[in-house]
């Protein structure tokens, strides 16, 4: 069975940091192209980052470039995404996924709040 698990969201001040985690289980994680991807309030689907099998291909769209960094670990199923000076817009909920618009393969999500 796959699976995916989020975790790490939680209620962060503005400027604060966080780091988010998924692990996979059940397929060849190793093997896919990995997207964080995001649900703010009143918006859709955002991708934000982005990493390739070996995890030296790495992108993160403007609104969170120098701010977010993608990695991963495949000899644990480990993507992570470290997230610091957090502002306002980038509550939502978070998720990882192995397909690039995050409308599917994805875990439950973890929720990010910034707020003072």
């Known amino acids: 069975e796959e699976r995916l698990v989020e975790s790490g969201g939680g209620l962060v001040q503005p400027g604060g940091s966080l780091i988010l985690s998924c692990r996979g289980t059940?397929?060849?994680?190793?093997?896919?192209?990995w997207y964080w991807v995001r649900q703010t309030p009143g918006k859709g689907l955002e991708r934000v980052s982005t990493?390739?099998?070996?995890?030296?291909?790495?992108v993160t769209v403007d609104s969170v470039e120098d701010r977010f960094d993608i990695s991963r670990d495949n000899s644990k199923n480990m993507i992570y995404l470290s997230m610091k000076n957090l502002t306002l817009e980038d509550t939502g909920v978070y998720y990882c996924?192995?397909?690039?618009?995050?409308?599917?393969?994805r875990g439950q999500g973890t929720q990010v709040t910034v707020s003072s």
């Open positions: 996924s192995s397909d690039p618009t995050g409308a599917t393969r």
């Open positions: 059940g397929f060849p994680f190793g093997n896919y192209w």
């Open positions: 990493i390739d099998p070996d995890g030296v291909y790495k």
